[in-house]
């Protein structure tokens, strides 16, 4: 099948990419003639393991371009995918709909023949209609179908979540449309992967529903991280205990100092405006946002508890940025609250970050980065391990001592056993355990 894919940021390329390993003709658009450029010479944009051998190879294989202008490859598809970003709107928390609507129109003007145009963008309920709507101004006899088919990629897992999805969502009520969608996935059949058909507007909302569950379940055990350091409990203990569950999962279940990233910040806020104008609050979401931005800055307040009560004037070792590790992506990261509020309390920041300082220097101001872990614990007052690199889990304990000016150790992700810091003569801090 030919496949036009509109947007080539994080849900774009890899969706374009993984659909041409599939066999289908892709083309990737956008705007942006860097980014472009950039793919065609073989690199890519973005931090996401196995995507730049997935993008060259299907490339040298034929299957997958690159363009700037979507007009060719609209007219040749039979399935155009609206994969753009749909970020928080200033003031209000909506989510900005306008790139989504930009493409809507673009699209209506260049389609020929019957098109299936598939938002891909996690957009609000109703957004499909509006979508339609656009289209149909701009071609009133245009021949075409909007489905919702909503992704569920996890940063730095995305081409196996592609491959080996849970479910693929398909929001349409057209025939036809259904039929070409159930061929455009048909290898995911060889997985027995379940294909849920819903109607637009339940499939918009699933999306929603998906990343506002886990958002709470999320905010759930940071909240009982805080009661386990209140009454001497083990939040991971407690974790295991009630994850084991089979109606509770153990999956999002790991205290930490609350999510970041492009999905569950922007997606809780633009579900509880929805629920807000729909006059149906969604009380629960809307406590999870408060909640969890509260969090983020309360583990500046943890840091500054393991120094003595005051940083001012001393140095802190940080390791981890990005919201999440496997990424360069520092969209709504921890660090942008913690490392903000050590500095107003006089504190010096020295970072690491196996990927993300590229977009963290953009972000943050006065931080001094280096090329390891170990350089950045020389001679600093105390470290900070907010995002867990599978290179921190084994640190040399030893060295680790040796390079800090003084043995404190504030571990937020709780990959340390507090009885082996102890052994190793550092002062140790975690989250939810005694």
């Known amino acids: 099948m030919r496949v036009a894919m509109i947007g080539t940021g994080y849900v774009g390329l890899v969706s374009g990419a993984c659909f041409a390993d599939f066999g289908h003709q892709v083309t990737c658009i956008d705007k942006n003639e860097e980014k472009i450029a950039l793919l065609r010479s073989g690199g890519v944009p973005i931090y996401e393991p196995g995507l730049d051998q997935l993008v060259q190879r299907n490339v040298r294989e034929g299957r997958l371009d690159f363009a700037t202008d979507l007009t060719e490859a609209v007219r040749a598809a039979d399935v155009v995918f609206i994969a753009v970003g749909t970020p928080s709107r200033r003031g209000d928390g909506h989510a900005d709909l306008s790139y989504v609507h930009a493409a809507a129109e673009e699209i209506g003007q260049v389609m020929d023949g019957f098109t299936v145009v598939v938002n891909k963008s996690t957009v609000p309920v109703g957004t ?35 491959k080996r999805p849970d479910r693929v969502v398909v929001g349409t009520e057209n025939a036809r449309a259904r039929d070409i969608m159930r061929e455009l996935y048909r290898p995911l059949f060889l997985n027995e992967t379940p294909i849920v058909f819903t109607s637009r507007r339940t499939s918009e909302l699933i999306k929603y529903a998906a990343n506002a569950f886990l958002a709470m379940k999320i905010t759930f055990i940071n909240e009982m991280a805080d009661l386990c350091e209140a009454v001497g409990a083990n939040v991971q203990e407690v974790s295991k205990g009630i ?30 405006r929805t629920a807000q104008e729909a006059d149906t609050p969604l009380q629960l979401v809307e406590a999870t946002v408060r909640v969890n931005d509260a969090r983020k800055r309360a583990m500046a307040d943890k840091v500054i508890a393991a120094c003595g009560g005051d940083v001012s004037g001393k140095t802190i070792a940080v390791l981890g940025l990005t919201f999440k590790p496997n990424t360069d992506d520092m969209r709504e990261a921890p660090s942008l609250d913690i490392i903000p509020a050590l500095q107003a309390k006089g504190a010096r920041v020295r970072a690491y970050d196996p990927a993300g300082i590229e977009e963290a220097e953009k972000l943050l101001k006065d931080v001094e980065y280096t090329t390891g872990p170990y350089l950045a614990l020389e001679d600093a007052d105390a470290v900070v391990i907010i995002t867990e690199w599978n ?16 043995p404190v150790v504030v571990d937020l992700r709780n990959i340390y056993d507090p009885a082996e810091m102890k052994e190793a003569g550092l002062s140790y801090t975690s989250v939810g355990r005694p």
């Open 391 to 406: 290179e921190f889990r084994a640190l040399d304990l030893d060295r680790v001592k040796t390079a800090l000016k003084a």
């Open 243 to 272: 994850g084991l569950d089979g109606r509770i999962g153990a999956k999002f279940l790991h205290a930490g100092p609350g999510y970041g990233g492009s999905c569950f910040p922007k997606d809780t806020l633009a579900l509880v």
């Open 128 to 162: 499909g209609d509006e979508v339609e709507a656009l289209i149909r101004k701009v071609r009133p006899d245009g021949d075409f179908a909007v489905v919702s088919n909503p992704e569920f990629l996890r940063e730095g897992a995305a081409i196996d979540d592609f």
